[in-house]
């Protein structure tokens, strides 16, 4: 939580906790540079949360019902909270995907997001992106596909 909220003030973003009502667990609003999550969250679902408002404020996104900008958001949630050399090691271990999530600290839905955008499988390998732009596929783990 503590590196979420220093990545929220680094993206000049306040962070605060309200009752919201369902099926809403948060919102970005652009005007105000504030993420609101409801408090009633997990700590699982908080950060899943409060991640993916966090990558609406990178993007700068203020139409709600644009689902590229979910997307997005999505896919920038699952980069910044899924580590990819954990995520390797826990797969190569024979781990299900619900069980990685659990050890990882994600919902599944943003593992998958992570699997799809940011691993590429090559020939029973698994490659992950660079987090940092600079040596692509970076990182590696070997293991039967």
């Known amino acids: 939580m503590r590196a979420l909220l220093a990545h929220a003030a680094h ?14 667990r948060g919102f970005y609003d652009h005007d105000m540079r504030m993420v609101v999550y409801d408090f009633n969250l997990s700590p699982i679902e908080r950060d899943c949360v409060l991640a993916h408002e966090l990558g609406h404020a990178f993007y700068g ?3 709600r019902h644009d ?25 190569h271990i024979g781990l299900n995907p619900d069980e990685i999530a659990e ?9 998958r997001v992570f699997v799809e955008t940011q691993v590429t499988r090559i020939r029973g390998a698994a490659y992950s992106t660079s987090r940092m ?12 596909v």
């Open 11 to 24: 993206l000049g973003v306040s962070v605060h906790v309200a009752h919201i009502t369902p099926p809403y």
């Open 61 to 63: 996104h203020q139409d």
């Open 67 to 91: 689902q590229q900008a979910e997307d997005d958001a999505d896919a920038y949630a699952a980069a910044l909270l899924v580590d990819p050399d954990r995520y390797a090691r826990l797969e």
């Open 103 to 111: 050890e990882l600290g994600v919902n599944e839905k943003l593992l």
């Open 133 to 144: 732009g600079q040596g692509q596929f970076r990182h590696a783990a070997r293991w039967a």
